[in-house]
Nanobody, 123 residues
Framework: QVQLVESGGGLVQAGGSLRLSCAASGRTFSSYRMGWFRQAPGKEREFVATISWSGDITYYADSVKGRFTISRDNAKNTVYLQMNSLKPEDTAVYYC????????????????WGQGTQVTVAS
């Protein structure tokens, strides 16, 4: 089993920044592709960013490219999402996921999820 716990969410004004953390325990953290997704009320879970085991390869949704940065620290079993220039449309519950198979751009490929952390961006 893998347990993931997100933290760092909160309420910010448009243009502000937040740094989310996802702490992993259980199976070897470095064995998984890690990703961030978000889900707004009434919406499906949406891909935000993903990172390879090495941390050298990252992908971002077009909606966050240039504003968000994903990173991971395998020694600390932690993945991060730095969010800058936040917009009201970024408001959602943000989830960290761990994938071992399938396309990392789709929620169905992820084996484990955290409980989510709320990010609210006020205009």
């Amino acid at each position: 089993q893998v347990q993931l716990v997100e933290s760092g969410g909160g309420l910010v004004q448009a243009g502000g920044s937040l740094r989310l953390s996802c702490a992993a325990s259980g199976r070897t953290f470095s064995s998984y592709r890690m990703g961030w997704f978000r889900q707004a009320p009434g919406k499906e879970r949406e891909f935000v960013a993903t990172i390879s085991w090495s941390g050298d390869i990252t992908y971002y949704a077009d909606s966050v490219k240039g504003r968000f940065t994903i990173s991971r620290d395998n020694a600390k079993n932690t993945v991060y999402l730095q969010m800058n220039s936040l917009k009201p449309e970024d408001t959602a519950v943000y989830y960290c996921g761990a994938a071992s198979r399938g396309s990392i751009f789709y929620p169905r490929s992820y084996d484990y999820w955290g409980q989510g952390t709320q990010v609210t961006v006020a205009s």
